[in-house]
């Protein structure tokens, strides 16, 4: 059963809802969206319990259909928006670009790359601390002193920052640091880790499995709504096809798709998708048009030197260029790219 309340329902009258149905034997599980709540209650049949729910403020209830019920555009009715940071939301049909190098190397690389990307439109920084590398001899991040150099950046430039974590028990630690938890896509259906990075109530960018279904994913996104943490952003990076010439198979139709079966906002990471910078700004325009979000970019100046993935990224002057194609694609579709932060614009009028 699938209980949607009414507007401006209190936290403590759901507690006895669900104090209620557990005294009947049902575990329920509820999301709060705005001003409103839905509380998901496995095997309940509605009309057995009609006497118990006629005492709350109950709006409707229905019966769960073939998408995961939270994540289901059913939940909200409408597109919802996540917010990162101050000033910058996913969902809005704003265009969101997210870049930054695929590793955080250091403070001079960290800084060259957010504040050329912050000059030419970014509106978030991305760098991982904690990379999931396949090969247990590849650069593994630089963990705690990565966190911290891309907290001192963001607060140097304003850029919200979105990071990877990679085990449960570093979740605090990278919450304190970053404005957004990602969730790789090696981890996509590391179920405890969604359980950790819901509970922080922070925005979690949650990657697409390479070899996750749709519905896979929609359910790896509830884990995390029905610990009643609605804040996600779904990345579409690429699954695992028989083609072997792109590092991965970039799925925009499960991006189109996803859009039409779920409320949260949908964005493309064509830099892993690919592993081509080549095919990165072409991929990024048609993500645009197959109505995506934005997209997450890896950008780096010395990519012959990157510790990671440098093959993949974009350089900045390429960046720019892409940014320019955005900014002609835009209008034609009738949105706009998200706005920098406030505060990142205000810091490069100040340098300018
Ligand atoms: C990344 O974005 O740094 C990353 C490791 O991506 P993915 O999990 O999609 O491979
Ligand atoms: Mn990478």
Request: hydrophobic share 45%; with cysteine; net charge negative.
């Amino acid at each position: 059963m699938i209980v949607t309340m009414r507007s401006y329902v209190t936290d403590y009258e759901i507690e006895l809802l669900q104090r209620d149905l557990r005294a009947h034997g049902y575990d329920s599980y509820r999301c709060r969206f705005g001003d409103q709540v839905t509380v998901v209650a496995p095997g309940v049949d509605p009309d057995l319990l009609s006497d118990i729910l006629a005492l709350y403020a109950v709006e409707r209830t229905a019966s769960p259909g073939t998408v995961p019920p939270l994540v289901s555009m059913d939940a909200v009715g409408r597109g919802s928006v996540v917010r990162l940071g101050s000033g910058v939301e996913f969902g809005t049909g704003d265009f969101v670009v997210v870049a930054g190098p695929c590793a955080v190397e250091g403070p001079e690389q960290l800084d060259t790359i957010a504040d050329l990307v912050a000059a030419q439109g970014a509106a978030a920084l991305r760098g991982g601390a904690f990379k999931p590398r396949t090969s247990p001899y590849a650069f593994q991040g630089l963990g705690r002193a990565g966190l911290e150099l891309l907290a001192e950046t963001s607060r140097r430039t304003g850029l919200p920052v979105v990071t990877e974590v990679l085990d449960p028990s570093d979740v605090d630690l990278v919450a304190e640091h970053a404005h957004m938890l990602q969730i790789g896509a090696r981890n996509a259906q590391n179920f405890p880790l969604l359980r950790e990075v819901a509970r922080t109530g922070l925005p979690v960018l949650l990657k697409r499995g390479f070899s996750s279904t749709v519905d896979e994913w929609l359910n790896a996104a509830e884990y995390i709504l029905c610990a009643n943490n609605a804040n996600v952003v779904l990345c579409e990076r690429g699954i695992r096809t028989f083609e072997g010439r792109t590092r991965f198979t970039l799925d925009l139709s499960a991006v189109a798709l996803v859009k039409q079966l779920c409320h949260l906002p949908v964005i493309v990471d064509p830099s892993h998708a690919t592993g081509n910078p080549d095919l990165v700004g072409p991929l990024t325009l048609a993500a645009l048009a197959a109505g995506a979000d934005g997209v997450l970019l890896d950008v780096h100046h010395n990519a012959a030197a990157a510790l990671c993935d440098g093959a993949q990224a974009l350089h900045p002057a390429e960046f720019g260029v892409l940014m320019g194609r955005l900014q002609l694609l835009l209008p034609a579709l009738d949105r706009q790219l998200a706005p920098r932060p406030e505060a990142t614009a205000a810091k490069l009028a100040a340098l300018l």
